[in-house]
Nanobody, 128 residues
Framework: QLQLVESGGGLVQPGGSLRLSCAASGFAFDYYAIGWFRQAPGKEREGVSCISSSGGSTNYADSVKGRFTISRDNAKNTVYLQMNSLKPEDTAVYYC?????????????????????WGQGTLVTVSP
């Protein structure tokens, strides 16, 4: 069964940190670029970050550059999103997605509706 499972969300104060995980199973993980997206209440989904299949290329939305870091461990079939200096506007459900045909670049986000596999999401709440 092809599956992506996010974890690591929760409640954190502004300025705090969280690390999200995206665990994959059922497919050749190291052939897939992985992306993180988020959707805040009442807002459209937006791309946050992506990483190439090898981990050699990454991309970040302007809103998270310098604060978030994406990485992957292909031996563990897991991608991580380290989120530092969190702000209330980072509050959202965070989703990871996988695709074997779309390279990690800005187009990964615009091609979101065509990505092969999505997780169920994990909620991040940044509040005092």
């Amino acid at each position: 069964q092809l599956q992506l499972v996010e974890s690591g969300g929760g409640l954190v104060q502004p300025g705090g940190s969280l690390r999200l995980s995206c665990a994959a199973s059922g497919f050749a993980f190291d052939y897939y670029a992985i992306g993180w997206f988020r959707q805040a209440p009442g807002k459209e989904r937006e791309g946050v970050s992506c990483i190439s299949s090898s981990g050699g290329s990454t991309n970040y939305a302007d809103s998270v550059k310098g604060r978030f870091t994406i990485s992957r461990d292909n031996a563990k079939n897991t991608v991580y999103l380290q989120m530092n200096s969190l702000k209330p506007e980072d509050t959202a459900v965070y989703y990871c997605a996988a695709d074997s045909e779309t390279a990690c670049s800005g187009s990964y986000y615009t091609n979101a509706r065509n990505l092969e596999l999505w997780g169920q999401g994990t909620l991040v709440t940044v509040s005092p």
